[in-house]
């Protein structure tokens, strides 16, 4: 079993920025991919970033590609999401989220159903 707990949300202004965190205990997480979703008000859960068990290998939706950064801390068992240039389309709740193995299809990246444990969520608010 894997908790995640997310953090580091808030208010920002457009064109702002702010570092999410999520840290994790139980199982080797530090073994598996992970990432960042969002949900923003009356939206369906959409993927924003992923990366491998190493961070070697990183991925981000198209929308905040250049503007967000996602990583990875194993030895504190953690993952950020630093988001620079805010939008107030990038208002929403959201969820740190760990795979258990190895992606073994490529759209597994992407994939809300293809990560196991998630975090409660921490909401951001950009203002315009």
């Known amino acids: 079993q894997v908790r995640l707990v997310e953090s580091g949300g808030g208010l920002a202004q457009a064109g702002g920025s702010l570092r999410l965190s999520c840290a994790a205990s139980?199982?080797?997480?530090?073994?598996?991919?992970a990432a960042w979703f969002r949900q923003g008000p009356g939206s369906e859960r959409e993927f924003v970033a992923s990366?491998?068990?190493?961070?070697?290998?990183?991925y981000y939706a198209d929308s905040v590609n250049d503007r967000f950064i996602i990583s990875r801390d194993n030895a504190r068992n953690a993952v950020y999401l630093q988001m620079t240039k805010l939008r107030p389309e990038d208002t929403g709740v959201y969820y740190c989220?760990?795979?258990?193995?190895?992606?073994?299809?490529?759209?597994?990246?992407?994939?809300?159903?293809?990560?196991?444990?998630w975090g409660r969520g921490t909401q951001v608010t950009v203002s315009s």
């Open positions: 990366l491998s068990w190493d961070g070697g290998a990183t």
């Open positions: 989220a760990a795979r258990v193995g190895e992606w073994t299809e490529y759209n597994q990246r992407f994939s809300a159903a293809s990560y196991a444990y």
């Open positions: 139980g199982r080797t997480f530090s073994s598996h991919p």
